[in-house]
């Protein structure tokens, strides 16, 4: 009881505590609001939103619903073998992106014309847009160093727990990759978005990162 206490305490304590929650809280946001378009254009996202929502419309519930149920099983094991990557980022991610990313689609299905998101080229430029923005938010939640969402610690605990002697990297791609294929079973199609997406987040978190930890929280 008393180290998880102290590691309370260190979380709160850590340098730059308030600049990282605000750093956060605004690519949590943003991350919702990207995510929108994206599913909108249906171009390809993330394999967790692919997943998630291709079993969201199966069951016929809102994918923030259905995102937050998964991630509240996912949490029990992230309190059972890994709660070092607990953070207000792991809450903030499970309750809040899905919801956001629900109520923009429905203000855009409200408020702008459908072909937009059906026709080239502006179906084309929306993804291209919206693709780059939600890169740049999802490294603005990760390197404000906050926590990580359960779906995400899954694979670091397997790797520190299970398959120690198999490498980190390995192990990402082969959950990703049976993440996408439990939405392929369930009818989902995967497209480009899914592949950019794993080419260009690696690089571009490092690059937020740098700026970051230079301009935000002069480290």
């Known amino acids: 009881m008393n180290n998880l206490m102290q590691n309370v305490k260190n979380y709160f304590n850590q340098p730059n ?6 750093v ?3 690519g949590v946001f943003l991350m919702g609001f990207f995510l929108s378009f994206l599913i909108k254009v249906d171009l390809g996202t993330d394999p967790c ?6 079993v ?25 073998f890994g709660r070092n990557q607990i953070g207000l980022g ?3 991610n499970m309750v809040f992106i899905g919801y956001i990313a629900n109520f923009f689609k429905w203000l855009w299905e409200k408020t702008i014309p459908e072909h937009y998101f059906t026709d080239m080229p502006s179906r084309a430029v929306i993804f291209v847009l919206a693709l780059l923005f939600f ?10 160093n906050m926590g990580v969402s359960p779906y995400d610690a899954m694979p670091q605990i397997i790797s520190e727990k299970v398959l120690k002697k198999v490498p980190y990297a390995v192990i990402r791609i082969a959950y990703d990759l049976l993440v996408i294929v ?17 080419l260009f987040l690696g690089p571009v ?7 970051l930890n230079k301009h935000v929280f002069h480290l």
Do not use: C, D
């Open 49 to 54: 939103t692919f997943m998630n929502w291709t």
């Open 135 to 144: 890169i740049i938010s999802v490294s603005f939640y990760i390197n404000a």
């Open 205 to 211: 978190i490092t690059v937020v990162g740098k700026f």
């Open 56 to 80: 969201s419309e199966r069951l016929g519930i809102l994918f923030g619903t259905w995102q937050l149920l998964l991630n509240s099983v996912l949490f029990i094991f992230v309190i059972l």
């Open 90 to 92: 792991t809450i903030a």
């Open 182 to 198: 439990v939405g392929v079973v369930l009818g989902g199609k995967p497209n480009i978005g899914i592949l950019l997406m794993a």
């Open 17 to 22: 505590f308030k600049k990282r929650l605000i």
């Open 24 to 26: 956060m809280n605004v």
